[in-house]
């Protein structure tokens, strides 16, 4: 077990319990911390329990995980409506939805709440700006952005990402958490839209929109295309569909916003599809019908 900066972090805060936040409650969990996720009413957050438990079955099915396993990881999960479950945290991971005022709010009530010193408030955003999420609190050199990847259970990489106020410690402790208590690979960016990954994928992703917009190639042949052609695992529409529509907008109208880049901006299909409620699989449907299972080429190794 890790003796090291971040190994004093035992007691976690995680808010949000959809898709990112479910996933990061339940590696924290497997890891031997004791886990409070916050939902917004009663019902949401028993839905949320029940999703990091149907997240948990899937690895005894898959044989990723003992039943012994699985029911101490969820004995160690807590899922409240109650923001003031958070006092006692060592460190907050806020997984809510991808928008800058409510995040900021968010920032503000964590700041008041969390009594611990020391303790860490972290972003799982993956455009929004470090420094003004930790602007909104009085301990802007504790705010730091720690960016999981869905599914959270399954891939490894986690950006870590410094605000111009961070404190070197803030950082070091948030790494040494990461590696060495979740056994994730940290990769650093700048506190700049898109960061790393979205800031090569997103522009990628919006240009395959544009391309179906444009009448050039179908939503089928462009992921074949990029399945087969490039050996990705997964064609840039389905990828589309998998993230949320609305997800990849927010993302992209930030990266826009900060850099101005005419190939950040949402193509007007993605808008109206957004504003249909055609997010992808999350409603069902999106580029694709996700109402039944797809059959999808193999990539070539």
Do not use: Q, W, Y
């Given at each position: 077990m890790s003796t090291g900066p971040g190994a004093d972090i035992r007691r976690v805060g995680v808010v949000?319990?959809?898709?990112?936040?479910a996933g990061i409650a339940e590696v924290c969990a497997r890891a031997g911390l004791d886990v409070v996720v916050h939902e917004v009413s009663p019902g949401a957050a028993e839905a949320g329990h029940a999703r990091i438990a149907g997240s948990l079955d899937?690895?005894?099915?898959?044989?990723?995980l003992s039943w012994a396993d699985r029911e101490a990881a969820l004995n160690r999960v807590r899922v409240s409506a109650d923001l003031t479950d958070f006092a006692d945290r060592d460190l907050v991971v806020e997984a809510a939805t991808e928008d800058e005022k409510v995040k900021c709010e968010l920032f503000t009530e964590l700041d008041r709440i969390v009594v611990r010193e020391d303790a860490l408030l972290a972003s799982n955003t993956s455009s929004l700006p470090i420094m003004k999420l930790g602007m909104a609190t009085t301990?802007?050199?504790q705010v730091i952005g720690v960016h999981f990847f869905n599914p959270v259970p399954v891939l490894e990489?986690?950006?870590i990402v410094p605000s111009l106020l961070t404190a070197p410690q803030t950082q070091v402790r948030a790494e040494e958490f990461v590696t060495e208590v979740l056994g994730k690979k940290v990769i650093r960016a700048q506190d700049r839209a898109g960061f790393v990954v979205n800031a090569l994928l997103v522009p990628y992703l919006l240009s395959a929109i544009r391309m179906l917009e444009s009448g050039h190639a179908s939503a089928e042949d462009i992921d074949t295309g990029m399945v087969l052609g490039c050996a990705h695992p997964m064609g840039p529409l389905s990828l589309a569909d998998l993230i949320g529509?609305?997800?990849?907008?927010?993302?992209?109208e930030a990266m826009y916003a900060d850099f101005k880049d005419p190939l950040h901006a949402p193509p007007p299909l993605l808008l109206r599809?957004?504003?249909?409620?055609?997010?992808?699989?999350?409603?069902?449907?999106?580029?694709?019908?996700?109402?039944?299972?797809?059959?999808?080429?193999?990539?070539?190794?």
């Open positions: 949000g319990c959809g898709l990112m936040g899937r690895g005894v099915r898959r044989g990723k301990r802007p050199h990489l986690v950006e529509l609305d997800t990849l907008t927010a993302i992209a599809m957004v504003e249909a409620g055609l997010l992808g699989r999350k409603s069902g449907r999106g580029f694709h019908d996700h109402s039944e299972p797809r059959k999808v080429p193999a990539k070539v190794n």
